[in-house]
């Protein structure tokens, strides 16, 4: 099982693994997990030894996703994916992207889902500029957290 870290704490614990290990980071809001998110999770945690996702916090997600969103809150989402196997760890935060937080995390590989071309990721010059690799994964068609909501509601 992964951990729920703040952002400090993630820091000291990616620590002893630079240059030893590669680390992975992706992003998103994960508001209700769906297959297509665990695929995604799975073959970015599969292009390194380990996963740091940073997860969007509550009222970033109402900035993204609009008013009604998140379904779940914030604590939830992060320890939800802390708890899959293919993730080390989850980070919360709260900037309107994951800029700062990759500049934390200074990952090996940054990673986005399909609908992302590589350029368009945020954090790219930062990972590029210390000979990281940045990649856009495969997207899984019709899995979406607005799909399941739609269907829910009918």
Not at 59 to 82: C, F, H, M, W, Y
Not at 142 to 154: E, F, Q, R
Request: proline fraction near 3%.
């Amino acid at each position: 099982m992964g951990l729920v870290c703040s952002w400090l704490e993630l820091e000291n614990q990616l620590a002893p693994f630079r240059g030893k290990k590669k680390i992975v980071f992706t992003n998103g809001c994960f508001d209700w997990l769906h297959v297509g998110h665990v695929r995604y999770l799975q073959e970015a945690q599969a292009l390194g030894d380990l996963l740091v996702v940073g997860v969007n916090t509550d009222e970033s997600v109402r900035k993204l996703k609009g008013s009604t969103r998140p379904v779940q809150n914030e604590a939830d989402r992060a320890e939800i994916l802390a708890a899959l196997s293919c993730v080390n760890f989850s980070v919360l935060f709260s900037q309107d992207t994951p800029y700062e937080l990759i500049r934390v995390v200074r990952p090996d590989i940054l990673v986005k889902g399909g609908d992302w071309r590589p350029e368009q990721i945020v954090g790219s010059d930062i990972v590029q500029s210390y000979g990281g690799k940045v990649l856009s994964l495969q997207f899984v068609e019709g899995k979406s957290t607005t799909s399941l909501i739609n269907k829910a509601k009918t």
